[in-house]
């Protein structure tokens, strides 16, 4: 199982970003792609997660409106478009894959592989 994060960078408050989570190694259509972020000192937090087989997501409080998940079958690969973005939102982004998963809540410990981190930064 291989998750590849990408599409991080430097943005000026109020830009925007889209990451890529490509995978490999394992069903696609049997897992739930999460996004998660860690800030330094903070805890992980689950930003997003998407159903791949039927497209259900999840969002959390702090990125709804702003924030949307999308997922192309054919390409095994999860996107995160991420618009308005604020100097909190700055922060290691990763994916995870979780077999079978939930998409009403995120919990790290549910998530079964996991990606390199891509950084986003976010400037005022």
């Known amino acids: 199982v291989q998750l590849q994060a990408s599409g991080g960078g430097l943005v000026q408050a109020g830009g925007s970003l889209r990451l890529s989570c490509a995978t490999s190694g394992f069903t696609f259509d049997d897992y739930v792609i999460g996004w998660f972020r860690q800030a330094p000192g903070k805890v992980r937090e689950g930003v997003s997660c998407?159903?791949?087989?039927?497209?259900?997501?999840y969002y959390a409080d702090s990125v709804k409106g702003r924030f949307t998940i999308s997922s192309d079958n054919a390409k095994n690969t999860v996107y995160l478009q991420m618009n308005s973005l604020k100097p909190e939102d700055t922060a290691l982004h990763y994916c995870?894959?979780?077999?079978?998963?939930?998409?009403?809540?995120?919990?790290?410990?549910?998530?079964?592989?996991w990606g390199q981190g891509t950084q986003v930064t976010v400037s005022s």
């Open positions: 995870a894959a979780d077999f079978d998963g939930s998409v009403w809540f995120m919990k790290a410990y549910e998530y079964d592989s």
């Open positions: 998407i159903r791949t087989r039927d497209g259900i997501t």
